[in-house]
T-cell receptor, first 111, second 116 residues
Framework: EDKVVQSPLSLVVHEGDTVTLNCSYEVTNFRSLLWYKQEKKAPTFLFML????IEKKSGRLSSILDKKELFSILNITATQTGDSAIYLCAVEARSGNKLTFGGGTRVLVKP | GAVVSQHPSWVICKSGTSVKIECRSL??????MFWYRQFPKQSLMLMAT?????????EQGVEKDKFLINHASLTLSTLTVTSAHPEDSSFYIC????????????FGPGTRLTVT
C-alpha cells in the first residue's frame, strides 16, 4: 500500500521566516510527487517533481525531490501571512494515475 | 485556468436520507474525475475514480452501493450518498483531469455534508 508521511504536522512562524516542509513516501513504481496548497477549500497545484536533485522554483517557493532517500522538501522563504495554509504532498504511482496524499502540514504565518 | 465547481457547497440532511453532490468542469472536458473525502485535520482520501461513460472504480473499503457515482458526461460527475448516517459527515472534494498528466488535475471547492 502506498504511503505518504508529512512533517511537521503544523508550525507557526512569523512573517519573514523561512519554513521547510518534509514529505517522505513509499510507493510501488513511483512516477511523480506533487505539492498542493489548500487554503480554505480546493487544493491548488504548486509543483510536480519527477527527477531527483532538480529544484523547482516559483517565486518564494521551491521544492526538490530525492528519489534515493524517498523524500521531498518544500521551502518557503520570506513568508507572508498569505502563505498560511495546509500544504499537501501527494505521490503518483505508475499504475493507476491516482494520487495518494499525505496528512498535510498546517502552516500559520503570524504578522 | 481550469475551473471545477461543486454543488451544493454545504448540505445538512437527516439520517436515512440520500444526498447528491455534483461536480462540474466548467471550461474543459474531463474524461476522468476523482472523488475524495476529507475529515477534519486529515488529508484527502481517494474514494473513487470516475470515468465518463463507464463504471466508477472504487478504492478498497469504500462501499459502492452507498456512494453511487455517475459520470454521465464529459463535464459532470455526481456522487450520491445513500441512506446517510452521521459518520458520513465529512468534506467531499472532487477533482477533474483535463489532460493526460496527473498534474493537470483541478480540484473543486468541496461540499461539506452534515448528517444529523
Amino acid at each position: 500500500e502506498d504511503k505518504v508521511v508529512q512533517s511537521p504536522l503544523s508550525l507557526v512562524v512569523h512573517e519573514g521566516d523561512t519554513v521547510t516542509l518534509n514529505c517522505s513516501y513509499e510507493v510501488t513504481n513511483f512516477r511523480s510527487l506533487l505539492w498542493y496548497k489548500q487554503e480554505k477549500k480546493a487544493p491548488t497545484f504548486l509543483f510536480m517533481l519527477t527527477s531527483s536533485g532538480i529544484e523547482k522554483k516559483s517565486g518564494r517557493l521551491s521544492s526538490i525531490l530525492d528519489k534515493k532517500e524517498l523524500f521531498s522538501i518544500l521551502n518557503i522563504t520570506a513568508t507572508q501571512t498569505g502563505d498560511s495554509a495546509i500544504y499537501l504532498c501527494a505521490v503518483e504511482a505508475r499504475s493507476g494515475n491516482k494520487l495518494t496524499f499525505g496528512g498535510g502540514t498546517r502552516v500559520l504565518v503570524k504578522p | 485556468g481550469a475551473v471545477v465547481s461543486q454543488h451544493p457547497s454545504w448540505v445538512i440532511c437527516k439520517s436515512g436520507t440520500s444526498v447528491k453532490i455534483e461536480c462540474r468542469s466548467l471550461d474543459f472536458q474531463a474524461t476522468t474525475m476523482f472523488w475524495y473525502r476529507q475529515f477534519p485535520k486529515q488529508s484527502l482520501m481517494l474514494m473513487a475514480t470516475s470515468n465518463e461513460g463507464s463504471k466508477a472504480t472504487y478504492e478498497q473499503g469504500v462501499e459502492k452501493d452507498k456512494f453511487l457515482i455517475n459520470h454521465a458526461s464529459l463535464t459532470l460527475s455526481t456522487l450520491t450518498v445513500t441512506s446517510a448516517h452521521p459518520e458520513d459527515s465529512s468534506f467531499y472534494i472532487c477533482s477533474a483531469r483535463s489532460g493526460e498528466g496527473v498534474h493537470e488535475q483541478y480540484f473543486g471547492p468541496g461540499t461539506r455534508l452534515t448528517v444529523t
